[in-house]
């Protein structure tokens, strides 16, 4: 038998190592996915009346991070304070997908006092396994408080006066206002410029026995709004606090216009000044400026003894908190007024008057 050459063994035994050790050859086995849906993390409840709803997102992965490809079974249930988590539902759901349940609580706990109320989510994958419950979301069980009823809104000049009938309890009232007329284009830019308004805002919580009123100063000019109220008990539970509200009340809808005047002017004082060195006489008025953002100026009014009043300032309203009157005779009396005026046309009451006497000389 012929011996072969050093170099082709030496060939064979370097190819031999690379095909051992080369990125085609497989590694240790891997065990098989056990395909369990990821846990639900974002499990919220809002109890409102005797109606609890659930919301929370379905993973789109396993805990292996693979895509779910077919629907998932999700298990919901319950629990109080003690005791087992009672089943309430089994649904299919999409994997990725927003999720909403709701159910009408039994009679036995929507009765009695304000107490902690358990959710879970639990998915399972087609052996019935799964990664483990949801977070927990807490409700109150326990009698709801009455609804609001006789809630009205009213427009005033610094906003709008809500009121309802007060019921004789110490419960809370949520105020719950929706913009109805959004703007269509988005908001100017600029330092001045108002941020867009929210859709939806919880403006207060008021308290006590004799709070049956509230005061939305919020509100814009031009904009339509739509208020519900309910009534809220509040439990302070494991370090936080837990709210159970009624019924909503039936809406009222409110279109605020500018249809007030400015506040009147005041501190209206009147100066008069002798003719000399070939100076006409005269008489100076000046008052308190108003700070309305909306004021276009204001209006001077005169008159004499028991004459009828008479605008003596431009047609324009005057800008500045000032007047000076040069139309005046020496040794007459005269008494003034002066009124505000808003961009829109609506002019204030007259001020108190002031009057002054021109020197004779």
Known sequence: MSTAHPRILASLAVA????????????????????LPARVTDLAAVRTGNRVTLTFTVP????????????????IC???????????????LAPGKSATFA????????????????YFVELKNDNGRSAGPSNPSVVLAGQAPAPVTGLSAELRKNGVALRWTPDGTTTAVRLRRTLLNPAQTPPRQGLLAQP?????????????????????TTVRTGQSYEYQAQRVVRLAANGQTLELAGEPSQPVRIDVRD?????????????????ADGLAPAIDLNWRPDTEA?????????????????????????????????????????HYAVSAIDQSGHESARSAEAQETVPSR
């Not at 319950?78 to 299919?92: D, S, Y």
């Not at 159910?103 to 358990?118: I, W």
């Not at 867009?196 to 939305?216: F, H, K, S, W």
């Not at 249809?259 to 003719?275: G, K, N, S, W």
């Open 16 to 35: 031999l190592a690379a095909a051992l050790s080369g990125c085609g050859t497989p590694g240790a086995p891997q065990p098989p996915s056990l395909n």
């Open 60 to 75: 789109a992965r396993n805990t292996d991070k693979l895509p779910l490809k077919s629907d998932v079974s999700a298990g």
């Open 78 to 92: 319950r629990q109080q304070e003690t005791g087992q988590c009672a089943a309430v539902a089994n649904l299919q």
């Open 103 to 118: 159910e009408q609580l039994p009679s036995e706990l929507a009765t009695g006092t304000p107490r902690p109320l358990r």
């Open 196 to 216: 867009a308004e929210p859709l939806r805002q919880n403006l207060l919580v008021d308290t006590g026995l004799a709070a049956a009123a509230a005061i939305d």
């Open 259 to 275: 249809i007030f005047p400015p506040a009147v002017p005041r501190d209206l004082a009147a100066v008069a000044t002798a003719a």
């Open 294 to 334: 909306d004021l276009a100026g204001y209006i001077v009014y005169r008159r004499e003894d028991d004459a009828a009043w008479e605008r003596i300032s431009p047609p324009e309203p005057l800008v500045g908190p000032a007047f000076h009157d040069a139309r005046v005779q020496p040794g007459h009396t005269y």
